[in-house]
């Protein structure tokens, strides 16, 4: 636990360095007069039409449903992959064999996932 | 349940860490430790993007046989500093209709999800801020972080443009994030522990004893797989269609202007120094020096310092990252993705696999 103490308190000390440089150019910047011109959204000189913040295109947001899945797919792969060698190698009183067939199986269940969203048409770009 | 690293060659505490503790009481050295640890991994957070500037502008002008920034400092060498001050002076600008809270928030975000990786990377034996148990899972954990901060930009600003990219640039990083997920899982399986050290001395022995070569063939692919990622990843040329600039003006930084740009600049390239010392730390033996077999050369090559060997192989890395650039054409969206979840997803499900029975059988 002690080392994720440590890597808080790193964190803290880079986001107070983030945090202090724009701090001090804020104090430091030139300013120009303000004018409706300048705050403009910058749409390479058009005028801007409406918001951006507009509906979006659903398939960013399939992407990001398969992000999470595989994601947490592939930590559940973490344990059994982290105690791999030391079965392999190691005598215990797992198989390695049959680590490896149970990883395979995993893999393989994953695989068929990916395949099925594959055939849906979601890895479809338009 | 010790894996089988032979660690006797390295020394146990590092001659700072014994100086600190030898004058101040415990409690105390041991926090004295942990903050020059943390200021020395801000100084190359800081150091990193002037670096990597000079050395960006410089190999795309010999790439294109130009000679690049010239007039500042010898060779230009002054010149990320003179840009870097050039843009703390200018003046942040807010567009109308921005969330203020969140607009600001996203090249913080950025710049320090950037290096916290950095507090688990390995520069040399001690050189290290600290070890969790878990390091790759942490790496995982964190390297999407970076997303937040680029799809809060992206959305706050209220600029189409912004918007626009923010959603390519998000959509390539998570889709990149598995490849190079799997990839790490992969080094777990070969080497049987996670804490990045320890991935570090479990490629001891010669240089073909670095994961690249150890996993026989298979290994250089899974060490191109990583470079393809991780250009991915980093939003890098040629896979740069979130900043296009001819298609979409700067991305999710179009509306960002003086320091908050700095940040994201900053950010983007600690990343790409952190994708590079991953790959050095994964595949290419990290901080230790490369050994031949021939017992003088190797006594020479030892002696250099091992932080040394890693700043040479992860500047090395980030040379091929900047060949990349000047090497392949931009793919479209489309393409980008389906090289992701067609093939490299597919492909690392496969190499995980053949390194498990690798692993069983003996051969890696």
Request: glycine content about 8%; charged content about 15%; overall charge neutral.
């Amino acid at each position: 636990m002690a080392s994720y103490t440590i890597i808080g308190f790193a964190i803290f000390l880079g986001a107070l360095f983030v945090g202090g440089g724009i701090l001090a150019s804020m104090l430091l910047a030139f300013r120009t007069p303000h004018c409706s011109n300048k705050v403009q959204a910058y749409e390479c000189a058009e005028d801007p039409v409406g918001d951006a913040r507009i509906r979006f295109k659903v398939s960013y947001y399939l992407f990001a449903l398969l992000f999470l899945i595989f994601d947490i797919e592939s930590l559940f792969l973490f344990p059994c992959v982290k105690i791999f060698r030391t079965v392999a190698t190691q005598a215990t009183a797992l198989s390695p064999t049959f680590l490896l067939g149970e990883l395979s199986v995993f893999v393989f269940i994953l695989f068929s996932g990916l395949l099925y969203v594959w055939k849906k048409g979601v890895l479809r770009w338009e | 349940m010790e894996p089988i690293i032979d660690t006797s060659r390295f020394p146990a505490t590092n001659a700072i860490g014994d100086f600190i503790r030898a004058i101040l009481p415990g409690p105390v050295a041991e926090l004295a430790n942990i903050v020059l640890a943390v200021l020395a991994i801000l100084t190359v957070v800081g150091l990193t993007p002037v670096a990597l500037i000079w050395m960006e502008r410089k190999v795309a002008a010999h790439f294109q046989a130009r000679l690049g920034p010239m007039r500042v400092g010898y060779h230009g060498l002054l010149q990320p500093l003179a840009d870097g001050i050039k843009l703390i002076f200018k003046e942040v600008m807010k567009p109308e209709g921005a969330d203020t809270f969140v607009f600001f928030l996203a090249p913080i975000l950025s710049a320090t999800a950037s290096f916290m990786v950095l507090t688990v990377i390995p520069f040399d034996h001690h050189l290290q801020v600290t070890d969790p148990a878990g390091g790759v899972l942490y790496v995982i954990a964190v390297a999407g972080l970076g997303i937040m901060g680029v799809l809060l930009a992206g959305w706050s600003s209220n600029n189409k443009y912004s918007l626009l990219g923010a959603m390519r640039s998000g959509a390539q990083m998570i889709s990149y994030e598995i490849s190079l997920a799997l990839l790490m899982l992969l080094i777990v399986l070969l080497s049987g522990t996670a804490s990045l050290r320890e991935i570090v001395f479990s490629q001891t022995g010669t240089v073909l004893d670095w994961w690249i070569f150890k996993f026989p063939f298979f290994g250089i692919i899974a060490f191109v797989l990583f470079l393809i990622s991780s250009t991915a990843e980093l939003n890098r040329a040629p896979f740069d269609m979130a900043e296009a600039e001819s298609e979409l003006t700067g991305g999710f930084t179009t509306e960002y202007s003086g320091i908050t740009f700095a940040m994201f600049f900053l950010a983007e390239f600690v990343n790409m120094f952190m994708a590079a010392s991953l790959t050095t730390t994964f595949f290419l033996g990290g901080f230790l020096a490369p050994q031949f077999g021939l017992a003088s050369l190797d006594r020479m090559l030892d002696a250099i310092p091992g932080f040394l060997w890693f700043f040479l192989k992860s500047y090395s890395v980030i040379f091929i990252y900047m060949w990349f650039r000047w090497t392949f054409p931009r793919p479209r969206v489309d393409q980008l993705m389906n090289l992701e979840w067609k093939v490299l997803v597919p492909a690392n499900f496969l190499l995980l696999l053949i390194a498990g029975l690798f692993v069983v059988m003996g051969w890696a």
